[in-house]
């Protein structure tokens, strides 16, 4: 408690990104039609030409900063108590998952896996999301949820079937999406045989459907509940 890894202090920047920072504005008075990735690239390009005497300079500025760092760092850590360390340690692990995540998900996206399929209730509240009363969008979803829980089985049925040929369409393009990642190399992208939906009969999937639209409402009540909080 009263301890942040806000407050840990800060590592110092590089050669380069030192020499990047204190160039910046000029290249941009120089270039103002230049884009920021086109302006970087060509500090970049200064920065390879620069002779060595000159790199020195910044080479130099790092060292000095470098050891203020780790005599900051070192003051820092020995403020900490053993629980106060644990928690920064789950903060930073914590912080590392979501960065991970995010990079696992921005990947995907590049590589064009295709969306889940959606569920009946998530068709029902994007076609009547914007007619829907409601202040805010989670008013508007509060009583969109309350009009699905009154909605008979019969008049849930055409989204109930929109979902079901939306699973069609998904597995149809992961088959053909996961074929391209084979060709890739990116078998680690694949699905397991455990985690692909067993074929089953019109049936027995006629069975199954009130079920899952149980447990859908059940799930978007609970989101509905945390977004309140």
Do not use: C
């Amino acid at each position: 408690r009263g301890i942040s890894s806000d407050q840990r202090p800060k590592r110092p920047l590089t050669a380069y990104f030192r020499f990047l920072k204190e160039n910046h504005s000029a290249f941009r008075q120089k270039n103002p039609e230049m884009n920021n990735v086109e302006l970087v690239k060509k500090i970049a390009s200064a920065w390879k030409e620069l002779p060595a005497s000159q790199k020195q300079v910044y080479e130099e500025a790092r060292k000095t900063d470098w050891q203020r760092y780790e005599e900051q760092l070192a003051a820092y850590k020995a403020q900490l108590s053993p629980a106060q360390a644990a928690a920064l340690r789950e903060e930073k692990r914590r912080r590392l998952a979501k960065r991970r995540s995010f990079r696992a998900k921005r990947e995907l996206t590049v590589l064009g896996k295709p969306k889940r399929p959606r569920s009946g209730f998530n068709i029902f509240v994007s076609e009547n999301f914007e007619e829907s009363e409601g202040v805010s969008p989670v008013a508007k979803l509060k009583q969109l949820f309350d009009a699905w829980r009154k909605m008979s089985s019969s008049q849930k049925q055409p989204y109930l079937q929109l979902a079901e040929d939306d699973k069609v369409r998904y597995e149809n393009e992961m088959k053909s999406w996961e074929a391209k990642m084979v060709e890739l190399g990116r078998e680690d992208l694949i699905r397991s045989t455990k985690q692909r939906p067993k074929k089953i009969t019109a049936e027995t999937a006629k069975k199954a459907q009130p079920a899952k639209a149980s447990l859908r409402e059940k799930k978007a009540k609970l989101k509905l509940k945390k977004s309140e909080e």
